[in-house]
């Protein structure tokens, strides 16, 4: 049996190994908030905190986080940033959205006031089809209120 | 009373003759401008569910039991299916049941060489059936051959594996030009004139002629094309990331011939479309057929490579382009040979639209070619022709100004058409001219532009217009529930695809109502639970909703002043609905829910239907956008600093939604100018760009400064609301916008999409090489 902390809460888990960190956290825990869009590690949808650092779900494997603090977007519902993208418009279909908000949720935790350049740095690695990026700018530079 | 008329209808710019039943539409359009809640910036109803990750996609649609699908599609762009043999994948851990294609389905191979013949259902409960989307001779990589469920996506796509096909691989037809001259097509060439060209090239004091190429794009929609399908005794639920619920329900009940109530299409949230989830698709007929041989709730979604390979696409066109105008700039002749290369399947869209309507030019003449190829089946995608036919036609009206030594913005107006030429009628409403000054100031930037260019940066401004669709029309339904608390329900069975269409209603709603916005929901998504309701394509969702949910909304709002007036022993006509109140010209108010509180658990159910559009007038959508770019002269690296949109889409519901539309169309269109493009080996006709690291969406790092304005001005003469749709002209002019303002900068033609490095390097040598020339010669 496999141990995940997740959002604060400890679970058990039956996973195989072999299965990744995204399809346990959906399928099995029920955390379908992360979602996954290429499976392949190319769009950042399926991002999550994992010990804060932000990490693509669908690239790692269940088994190698035991012990470490996986955080989805279940455990952010209630950071500011869900504020300032909605304020913002910063989502259309929403598809992107909660590995967009990981992400930023990891840059703010260390640097609450990123520049333009920085939230760029950032967020490049989370793609949005709707092309709501400069709603997403808008939504880190003012998430503080 | 409702009328039954024949009327065009028109969806994504094709047209078609049919019966519709239309109910008047009585009431009055607001005035102009923002009012209470219609008009002013509103952050989306669903804003909150979709950020925190509560809103249940599809995607994130599971049930007890839930087998998932693996399919087999073709790796071979034409290829017979010689044997099939399930018996390694029927055997593998987890595998249900498997489909294979049907007998007798295909022309040509009889049914011992199709393999049909290997597996025949018998009694064993693990047999393979058929189903009529799997086909044993793919005319396109990707085609859906055969399919697995298990109890995991994982063993279904490790079984997968394991079904042994013995393959004859036939050569593929994969150029469109040689499609044509082959008269592989889908359909008869689409042939257009008004006036007489040859007299119109005659006229010309300058001719010019060019050809453009544009690319083949893929939608790449977050959520991928998928189904959930679930038999509930003789009902069969289809639960779909779809943009036409009603389109699914009749699509899938005729195919599987159940009468339409026994089949409920679920959409609630849904991941993006983008014009490629208009039907049911292979994935929902292969859950349905693997839900009712197993008896078990079945998971049908396509991987990103197979979204990539088999789920639609924005095709290939080829341009043969001229155009002729005097001296004075006035357009004497416009001519085109359009090439689409749709694929195996499709549609050939209008690439020639925007040459017919968007100028005053008497003598124009087009022919659209659908060359059918064996690649994969286009799809609508955002303004599908329009794009890539304004592309041509508005590079083209640079490259003619540039002849004629005339500014750009000036030939436009020049040739600015008053009415529709191509049928005659007027136009319910344009200010495309109000785009063209509110576009001056944007314009007048290029001096300062131009003189910021530093080696090897070279900086211009380019400019192009947009005509489009997008006025929706009947049949269209809701309904409005007002319950004793006094909040009220919009119920109608659409599809919010992403653009805000649920907030757009939850505002018409209330502004009707006279309630605060966060007393109205909205229920939709489900074919069980309210009324039929547009198709989410065409930028028809709010031209055809909103009219139907304020008719809604005035007929539950008119049955409460009823209820009002007789209890407060007042007439009706003195009665409003304001602020959650009931008011009357006397002063007194009464808060909404002591008239409703009357009905104890009862309700107030108001309808409400889309009218009909106006008679004898032609509804179009336009704007412009002004593009400022820098170009590496040495490497051909393209950068957009920044692009101004100008739109007339007539009353704009939520301005804050309606920007962040033309954001995405511009964004998506910088993607369609720079980066984007599927790839096909040429030899096998296989998709090379499947992943998303090798097809290149643009990323935050691409966004230049946008700058977006409406004109907002209701069209009077359309529903009562006059607004029109707004998802896709955003998307129109920005690729035609990018190129001329890269010939500003240049002095190069990028005729071809997207502008790589290559095409930009190209450009520069041949606008080099003509300077050259010209400069021997004076
Ligand atoms: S789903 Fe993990 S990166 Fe795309
Ligand atoms: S909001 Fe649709 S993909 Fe980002």
Redesign the interface.
Known sequence: MLELHVNGGTYRSGAAVGRSLAETLREELGFTGTKIACNEGHCGACTVLLDGVPTLSCITLAHTVAGREVTTIEGLREHPLVDAFVRADALQCGFCTPGQIVSAAALVATNPSPSREEIRHAMSGNLCRCGTYPRIEEAIETWQG | MARLIRTEKEVEGRYTEQWVVVEEDALDQWPAGPLETVGRDT??V???E????????T??V?FPGMLHTAVLRSPHARARVKRIDFERALAAPGVRAALGPASGESSGGDAEASGAGAYTPDSSASAPYSSHVLTDEPSFAGAAVAALAADTF?QAADAVRLIDVEWEVLEPLLDADEAVARESLLEEPRRYERGDLERGLGEADVVVEAEYRTQTLL??????HQSVCRWEGDTLEVYISTQYIWGVRSGVAKALELPQDKVRVVCN????G?GAKNNAGDYTFIAAELARRTGRPVRCAL??REENMASGNRNATIQRLVAGARADGTLTALGGEFVNAVGWDGFSASTSGPMQLLYACDNVRTVDYGAQLNTSPNAAFRAPGFVEGTFGLECLLDELAAKLDLDPLELRKRNYSDSDLVDGRPFSSKRLLECYRRAEPHWARREEVRARSEAPWRRGVGLASQVWYGGGGPPSYAWVRVGSDGRATVITAMQD????TRTAMAQIAAEELGLPLDRVEVALGDSARGPFASISAGSSTTPSMGPAVRAAAADAARQIVEIAAQRYHLEQRVLSLRGGHVVSADGGSWPLEEVTGLLGSGQILGKGARGPNPAGMRVLTFGIQVAEVAVDVETGEVRVERVAAIHDVGRIINP??A???V??????GIGHTLSEQRLLDPLSGSVLTQ???AYK?????D?PE?VTEFVDEPDTHLTNLGAKGLGEPPIIPTAAAIANAIRDATGADVRSLPVTREEMLRALREARERETVAARTS
């Open positions: 952050p989306r669903d804003g909150y979709r950020a925190r990750g509560e809103a249940i996609y995607a994130d599971q994982a939608h790449n929609a977050l959520e991928t949230f849904m991941g993006g983008f991987t990103r695809i992403g653009t805000g804050l939604g920007r962040s539309q954001e995405g169309g511009i964004i998506q992943t998303l690291d969406l643009p990323t935050i790092a966004v946008l």
